[in-house]
């Protein structure tokens, strides 16, 4: 599902160790994320993200880690494969138009799209086919950084979301971010 994409050399940046001075991964989603539990990471990238989803869900739990860029992917598994977390990780390529994870229908307990809905060319088309990947209950962090995402732009997110079929809550505070809980 891409559109503007971000480069890969930014993937570097992104998983920046002192990144989680702002946006500490295990802060920001224990909340949301409990052993045993099946995780989409959506736009996942290096593993900023993926590799703390994989340790909180522990050894029964799964993530599907979701990106358009086969490099961010590959670097992801290195990463995955030296934390010792690989088995754990679904790393999949999605096509340009699409996640490609029907096979994954009503499974997912949590979601999350950490700064990734503003690069994908429809986004009341990802919010569709993210509700049918949820179970019932299901819950979508979603977040968008300010500096990218206007207020008005993420009001038009959420009224995609919320067309989508998805209630929307008050997210957590998330530095330089916009925040929302999706609930199916």
């Keep these: 599902m891409s559109h503007r ?6 993937g570097y940046l992104l998983r920046n160790p002192l990144r989680r001075l702002l946006h500490d991964p295990r802060q920001i989603l224990a909340p949301f994320v409990r052993p045993g539990m099946t995780v ?34 590959a670097a992801l598994r290195k990463r995955a494969a030296r934390a010792g977390l690989l ?29 990734v809905v503003h690069e994908v060319p429809d986004a009341a088309g990802l919010f569709r086919e993210l509700a049918g990947l ?3 209950g299901g ?6 950084p300010k500096g990218h995402v206007g207020s008005a732009a993420f009001e ?11 209630a929307v809550r008050e997210g957590p505070r ?4 916009h925040s929302a809980v999706l609930v199916k």
Excluded: Y
Aim: charged share 20%; proline share 4%; hydrophobic share 55%.
């Design 139 to 144: 819950l979508c962090l979603l977040a968008e």
């Design 156 to 166: 038009c997110t959420l009224a995609a979301a919320k067309e989508a079929g998805f």
């Design 40 to 73: 989409l990471d959506i736009g996942c990238a290096m593993g900023f993200f993926t590799l703390p989803l994989a340790e909180m869900a522990g050894p029964q739990g799964r993530v599907i880690a979701v990106d358009v860029q086969e490099r961010m992917l």
């Design 174 to 177: 998330i530095i330089r971010c």
């Design 87 to 115: 088995g754990r990780i679904d790393s999949r390529l999605a096509p340009a138009d699409t996640l490609g994870l029907e096979d994954l229908a009503g499974q997912v307990d949590f979601a999350l799209a950490f700064a």
């Design 5 to 10: 994409v971000c480069p890969f050399w930014v």
């Design 134 to 136: 949820l179970h019932v």
